[in-house]
């Protein structure tokens, strides 16, 4: 992530503003006008959040996602969504950005940010988004910093005290505690009907059914904790403090103005207003209180949380001797606790552990076993021992935890039954052992560990979710975790039901109840399925797992096919909302397969010169094929670094068309003809884009350049083809080598006469000799000795169709 030497410093922007002014919404704009990028969130939630966005815009394809617990990386991602402790240091993309910067002031986690403010920069660009308090320090650590201001959408608005029974609809309560989101929202089940719950500590697979039940209106009422705070879009209107203190870990303390502000702002999206206040079991806020979070003034952060980036891993003393080095900087603060650190404290006066660790090697991997998350927040002795075992079993034998240490572990937290708070320990737990096992070098099959945690993970946050809606939602607004189940009951009872098309998808979900999947359990599989999980047909039909699921459906080009799910009425409205939004996903992909993966988004941003914008935008429109005369102009007022810059994204100066390479592969071509024809809401050409070569009234009166074909007297010829052609006829013996070309295409001797003749060689057969033409007659031709005449002994694609007529 640093600066590259050759490119000069990175610009740096510093977007400062209270909540809903479009800060995020903008860096991810931003980062999507340059080729590669990466953006540090706060929380895992919102890093899924964003995902979920991006790839709503650019496919799954070009976007990794990175938190501690969650990884999803394709081959050759563009786009890196992560929390900002997952941040890949040593990888260098254009734009980056990190989120919510005035974390660098958290006691526990500021460090962290801090190091990102010092260090993190993209090549060409970077920003930090956060508060306004944070201008002065931003100031001060880096002055070239371009500061923004950036100013709210919509007025925030007090609006004193509340109870339960008259808080309007949509609207948040917001507690500090599991116990009291509970109790809150058990009250407003009983008023209101249903309500979602979101916690920090649940996993991603629950926090998003929960919001999705909320967002598509199927219950009206949130309520929350604070994780809800770190911008998460919501459609709140507005906010309730339930309380006004929290314990953060060391005390319990009352809340900064700054961070009710923080929550509060989730109220109004967009040019929406929103209101906040209280509950009637609290006191009005103080009028200075209200004044500063409706204008939106606060103190100035002063100082910054820091920590030592030079360790020292010559021994376990001397490692927390630079951790614990005092900082130089009058404005930073070392930070005070960390459980990383007290960890290491702990096993460092294990003596097993200080006979093993007397080398560099051996005190990295201590530390590295220290950074374990103890998502469990119960005892810390128990963490310690667990840290103590696992590092004991990585330094001895191979170097790898013991299978059945790991099986013992993991196995009593694969089990769904029980309450909302053991299922939430188990989900605390388990999350300790998905981390673990994306530290591939530690374990025997590493990969079957992280897919066996995660499908433990999943089943808990499915079980978790139906729990909650149980409890919290009435039974008559319960249909999002029952009308999905398959009935075990006889065929004809399943085919009376609206999923009856879709029964075949429901297979047994491993420690699902009574082996039923829940509609919540299948529409995570479809959102975690992978690319090469759908079946798309030349018709735009997509299939999961080979049943139907949805197509797609003509947009405004063919750059922009539209979503339709299969039985869009059985689905309720936050599964449909998620499905949706993954097959829009998939949709993306569909089209930069078809450009042969030119990041056409990435080049037409505001950050590029005219001719870069114009030459990007004909070549998405057409699906990375141009003839030259669309070109040429754009070309020629490119830059030579543009031009190369093309050249590095596989766009190649063919002699007929400007093209991106793999834009013209058969298997890609397919995805152009499905495009096509689906645009057209009409059948594409059978033969397309299989056979090199068609007579041109196989084309059916269809562009031949619409399907990558071009015509060339009496026939069609894929454009690869014709570019092979085209460049062979540079070379002073290339006309032989055309007509051999030719040839092998199965084209007869006066079709190959004729192709030539398009394509600006000699007419009739290469000669041995150029002759001067006879007036009123035909240039005489020697005899091709090379056989061209001759039929091949294989008809190729069938010369009969290329017979000249």
């Given at each position: ?80 969504i992560c929390t900002v402790e997952a941040m890949p240091t040593d990888r260098t993309v254009d734009f980056l950005a990190v989120d919510e910067i005035q974390l660098a002031a958290h006691r ?111 219950v009206q009422y949130l309520v929350a904790t604070d994780a809800i705070g770190m911008g998460l879009n919501l459609d709140l209107n507005h906010v309730a403090f339930a309380a006004l203190s ?560």
């Amino acid at each position: 992530m640093n600066s590259s030497p050759s490119t000069g410093p990175s610009v740096v922007v510093a977007e400062l503003g209270p909540t809903n002014t479009g800060k995020t919404h903008r860096a991810i704009e931003r980062m999507l006008e340059h080729d590669t990028g990466m953006i540090g969130l706060p929380l895992r939630l919102l890093a899924r959040e964003v995902y979920d966005r991006v790839t709503a815009r650019v496919g799954e394809g070009r976007v990794a996602l990175m938190t501690g617990e969650e990884k999803r990386l394709p081959p050759r991602p563009d786009y890196w969504i992560c929390t900002v402790e997952a941040m890949p240091t040593d990888r260098t993309v254009d734009f980056l950005a990190v989120d919510e910067i005035q974390l660098a002031a958290h006691r526990e986690r500021g460090h962290v940010f801090t190091d990102r403010l010092l260090h993190a920069r993209g090549r060409r660009e970077t920003w930090f988004l956060g508060a306004d308090t944070m201008r002065p320090m931003v100031q001060a650590l880096i002055p070239h910093a371009s500061m923004k201001r950036a100013t709210r959408l919509s007025q925030l608005r007090y609006s004193g005290t509340r109870s339960l029974k008259s808080l309007p609809p949509r609207s948040a309560v917001v507690a500090f505690s599991a116990d009291r989101v509970y109790e809150l929202a058990e009250a407003l089940r009983r008023l209101r009907g249903g309500v979602a719950v979101v916690l920090g500590a649940l996993s991603p697979r629950t926090r998003n059914a929960q919001v999705a039940m909320y967002q598509s209106g199927e219950v009206q009422y949130l309520v929350a904790t604070d994780a809800i705070g770190m911008g998460l879009n919501l459609d709140l209107n507005h906010v309730a403090f339930a309380a006004l203190s929290k314990f953060d870990g060391a005390e319990q303390r009352d809340l900064f103005p700054d961070e009710l502000a923080q929550i509060a702002g989730r109220a109004g999206r967009h040019l929406n207003d929103g209101s906040f206040g209280t509950l009637n079991t609290l006191s009005e806020l103080p009028p200075r209180v209200v004044s500063a979070i409706e204008s939106h003034r606060f103190p100035a952060v002063r100082s910054l949380i820091w920590r030592n980036s030079t360790l020292d891993f010559s021994s376990p003393d001397s490692l927390l001797d630079s951790l614990s080095r005092a900082p130089r900087h009058a404005a930073f603060v070392r930070v005070e606790r960390a459980d990383d650190f007290d960890a290491l404290r702990e096993l460092s006066h294990v003596p097993a552990i200080r006979e093993i660790a007397t080398d560099r090697a051996t005190v990295e991997m201590l530390w590295q076993v220290c950074q374990i998350p103890d998502f469990r927040k119960g005892l810390f002795g128990q963490h310690v021992a667990l840290l103590r075992e696992t590092f004991l079993q990585l330094s001895e034998g191979d170097g790898k935890l013991e299978q059945d240490w790991l099986a013992r572990q993991v196995s009593p937290l694969d089990d769904v039954s029980g309450d909302i708070h053991t299922l939430m320990d188990r989900l605390a737990a388990i999350r300790i052992w998905t981390y673990i096992s994306h530290r591939s070098s530690w374990l025997h099959d590493a990969e079957q560990w992280q897919e066996r945690t995660r499908r433990i993970e999943d089943a808990l946050g499915d079980a978790l979710h139906e729990r909650l809606v149980e409890r919290f939602v009435q039974r008559a607004a319960r249909r999002s975790a029952r009308r999905f189940v398959r009935a075990a009951a006889s065929p004809q009872s399943a085919s009376d039901s609206p999923f009856a098309k879709l029964g075949l998808l429901l297979g047994e979900v491993p420690g699902a109840e009574g082996g039923a999947m829940t509609e919540e359990q299948f529409v995570q599989r479809v959102v975690d399925a992978t690319h090469d999980a759908f079946q798309v047909d030349a018709s735009g039909s997509i299939s999961f797992d080979g049943q139907p699921l949805g197509r797609l459906v003509p947009g405004k080009d063919r750059r922009s096919p539209q979503i339709a799910l299969a039985e869009p009425e059985v689905w309720t409205g936050g599964a449909r909302q998620r499905l949706e939004r993954r097959l829009v996903a998939l949709a993306r992909d569909l089209v930069t397969e078809a450009m042969g993966g030119f990041p056409a988004e990435a080049l037409t941003g505001a950050g590029r010169s005219a001719p870069m914008r114009g030459l990007a935008y004909r070549l998405a429109e057409g699906l990375g094929v141009i003839t030259q005369g669309e070109a040429r102009e754009q070309w020629r007022l490119l830059d030579d670094e543009e031009r190369e810059h093309l050249r590095t994204l596989g766009v190649c100066e063919g002699q007929r068309y400007l093209y991106v390479a793999e834009a013209l592969a058969p298997q890609v071509l397919e995805r152009r003809c499905m495009l096509t024809a689906l645009f057209h809401r009409s059948p594409s050409p059978r033969s397309v884009p299989r056979e090199p070569a068609l007579a041109v009234a196989e084309l059916g009166g269809w562009s031949a350049r619409a399907f990558g074909y071009e015509v060339l007297g009496p026939v069609a010829l894929r454009i690869d083809v014709v570019e092979r052609l085209a460049e062979a006829l540079r070379h002073p013996q290339g006309a032989r080598q055309v007509h051999t070309l030719l040839q092998e295409l199965g084209l007869e001797s006066g079709v190959r006469t004729r192709v030539l003749r398009e394509l600006g060689g000699q007419s009739g057969r290469p000669p041995l000799k150029r002759r001067r033409r006879r007036r009123g007659g035909k240039a005489p031709t020697a005899p091709d000795k090379s056989g061209a005449d001759k039929q091949p002994a294989h008809a190729g694609v069938g010369s009969p169709r290329f017979r000249e007529q």
